[in-house]
């Protein structure tokens, strides 16, 4: 760590760095910044930056407002978007109390947590997001709508698009911040796109995510657009989920690997997804945290709304893909619930924490949904077993509300901030008459 810091602060005087942002989330996952002149880089690394804890949304009581930032030294990165002119870097951080003690509340030592107890069972988790967002010509609403950039469809190459240059310029601002990119293409909505980060650790992929939303951001804006991560900000058309690819490693071999299984997925990794399937609905108020996400939970187009597993089934819950029969280190399942939009450090916490529940006690994986789920019946769905998620947010709090591993997860502060926040939320929304409501009904009723 010494090493790496000493590299951090040659970095900022050959480069003329002139401004270091560090960078963290609140509970709901939204990224919060303070910016330091580079002469306090090196107090940030010893003593951390002090900050106004009650000020961000969940992380601590007013009564316990104070806490320090520690910047991470390894997640120095130049932002390629701020130029060569007074350039700027950035670092994550963690939270702290004054006494040195890990806040309960930030995100990212949730995350930690959880990824400590993996690595107590000799578990390393690895996560592989596929990123689905919009690219809308503005923010403002046209005839109380969103206006995409166009109307292009799945996998469609659009030359000169908008969408085209944007996912280039993307990509390469991604590379630049050390972020590998494993492939991108137009998505099934008209301005719908995907990108697909490199697998890699868990955390380090949480911090990824936050970064890969900021430069999405900040390349529409440099081209004449707007992002928007919203999970369904369309009735018509497909939602933005991030389907997930998980696999557990002990040392350098896949745990989810068995040449002689079924997909040639190990008994540890149904454990797994048996873990995932029986916890899905108490996790879902974090995966899936919006109003919105419910719509897009219950839209169709391939979002799962039913707790199924299968191979090639896109139907389910989830999947376990086999793109390269026998290559052990590709091994993994795709848990499709999860919204583009969630905050990752918690998501990933629950995913983990629910398939690790169903090793420890050995949970029996359920038989395989060989069918689309949408084209059977309620009575069918019934008689084979098939559980739903929860149809709205409301009903996801109720769930999650009596669950002990998500209380043990996430720790009680932010269980019951989660809680709190977002029954306000849904109060709220039952209260208001949408655009998009107000456009479907008033004709017809």
């Not at 000493?6 to 270091?20: A, N, S, Y």
């Not at 190459?157 to 590379?175: C, K, Q, W, Y």
């Not at 419910?294 to 793109?323: C, F, I, Q």
Request: proline fraction near 5%; charged fraction near 25%.
């Amino acid at each position: 760590m010494d090493k790496q810091r000493d590299f951090v602060l040659r970095t900022i005087e050959e480069r003329g760095v002139k401004f270091v942002r560090l960078w963290f989330t609140d509970v709901v996952g939204t990224l919060k910044s303070v910016a330091l002149a580079p002469a306090e880089v090196e107090g940030a690394f010893s003593e951390g930056v002090g900050i106004d804890g009650s000020a961000i949304e969940g992380l601590t009581r007013a009564s316990e407002a104070d806490v320090l930032a520690h910047p991470d030294p390894t997640t120095f990165q130049i932002l390629p978007w701020r130029g060569e002119v007074d350039p700027t870097a950035r670092m994550f951080c963690d939270i702290t109390t004054p006494d040195g003690q890990p806040a309960v509340a930030d995100p990212r030592n949730v995350l930690k947590r959880t990824l400590a107890k993996a690595a107590d069972r000799g578990f390393t988790f690895y996560t592989h997001p596929e990123i689905e967002f919009y690219l809308l010509q503005s923010s403002k609403l046209k005839n109380g709508r969103p206006v995409p950039v166009d109307s292009a469809g799945y996998f469609d190459n659009v030359p000169g698009g908008t969408a085209h240059d944007f996912r280039r310029r993307s990509v390469r601002m991604l590379e630049d911040l050390g972020i590998s990119v494993e492939f991108s293409h137009h998505e099934a909505g008209p301005g719908q796109n995907e990108i697909d980060l490199r697998y890699a650790d868990a955390l380090t992929t949480a911090d990824n995510i936050m970064t890969f939303r900021t430069v999405v951001k900040e390349v529409a804006i440099e081209q004449g657009s707007y992002a928007t991560f919203m999970p369904k900000p369309f009735s018509e058309h497909p939602g933005s989920g991030m389907h997930t690819h998980v696999s557990l490693f002990e040392g350098d071999a896949n745990a989810f690997f068995d040449a002689g299984n079924e997909y040639q997925l190990s008994q540890i990794g149904r454990q797994f997804v048996a873990g995932l399937l029986r916890h899905a609905p108490e996790i879902t108020a974090v995966t899936n945290q919006f109003v919105n996400s419910y719509k897009r939970l219950w839209g169709g187009d391939e979002a799962p709304s039913y707790v199924t597993w299968g191979h090639n089934n896109r139907s389910a819950l989830v999947r376990v893909p086999l793109y390269k029969p026998g290559k052990g280190q590709s091994a993994r399942v795709e848990y499709r619930a999860i919204d583009s939009a969630a905050n990752p450090y918690l998501s990933f916490s629950l995913i983990l924490a629910a398939g690790l529940k169903g090793i420890e006690e050995g949970y029996e994986l359920p038989a395989e949904a060989d069918a689309d789920v949408f084209d059977m019946s309620g009575a069918e769905r019934r008689a084979l077993g098939y559980g739903a998620l929860p149809s709205s947010l409301d009903r996801a709090l109720l769930i999650m509300e009596e669950s002990e591993l998500v209380a043990e997860t996430l720790g009680e502060q932010v269980f019951n901030y989660v809680l709190l926040n977002k029954r306000r939320e849904w109060a709220g929304y039952r209260s208001q008459v949408t655009p998009f409501e107000l456009e479907a009904n008033l004709e017809a009723l």
